[in-house]
């Protein structure tokens, strides 16, 4: 009630971050790397990639196909065999495209010059659970002066004591351009 009051306005900070507000501490990652990963092993196992040789088979076949439609046109040959052996060319492209995606499957987690790669994560960079609202609130606090801000906060802290939540709510107001008088009850 003291900040309708006082005429702050709400907003509503985003829960999934990329910045480390206040330096607070542990943050929680949010990934999917590491689901894709396990998922893209998972499969390799099941489903091993295609060597080398499946790969040169599958593209002699597509020269090989290609041949025969070009036969066929300068053939002079009806539209139907043209069509069912465009077809055929059709079917091993497609082939070879899948068996060339396969064997770029990879396991583990995808890295980059030795480090993670982020680009290939959800948001195509590291993201977290915010820790706190301030630096949202604060360019607000900037434009409209008084605002604030009221949700669930994160900590990766590995404690294990009454003092140390990993998820609580925090209420973070700030004032810009203010005469704290004004706000003495």
Not at 68 to 88: D, Y
């Amino acid at each position: 009630m003291f900040f309708q009051k006082h005429r702050f306005l709400y907003i509503h900070t985003p829960i999934v971050t990329t910045s480390d507000c206040e330096g607070a501490g542990e943050m929680f990652q949010v990934t999917t790397l590491i689901s894709d990963a396990e998922k893209v092993e998972k499969e390799l196992i099941k489903n091993p990639p295609p060597s080398e040789a499946d790969i040169e088979a599958a593209k002699a076949l597509v020269k090989e196909k290609g041949e025969a439609v070009t036969q066929i046109k300068s053939a002079k040959s009806g539209k139907a065999e043209i069509s069912a052996s465009v077809a055929e060319l059709n079917k091993a492209k497609e082939n070879l495209s899948r068996l060339e995606e396969r064997s770029k499957l990879k396991p583990g987690i995808p890295q980059q010059n030795g480090k993670i790669d982020y680009s290939q994560d959800i948001f195509a960079c590291q993201a977290f659970l915010t820790v706190s609202g301030q630096l949202q609130v604060e360019t607000y606090a900037g434009a409209v002066s008084s605002v604030y801000t009221f949700g669930p906060t994160f900590r990766a802290e590995h404690s294990h004591t009454s003092r140390h939540l990993a998820e609580f709510w925090m209420v973070e107001p700030e004032i810009a351009f203010a005469d704290l008088k004004v706000f003495c009850i």
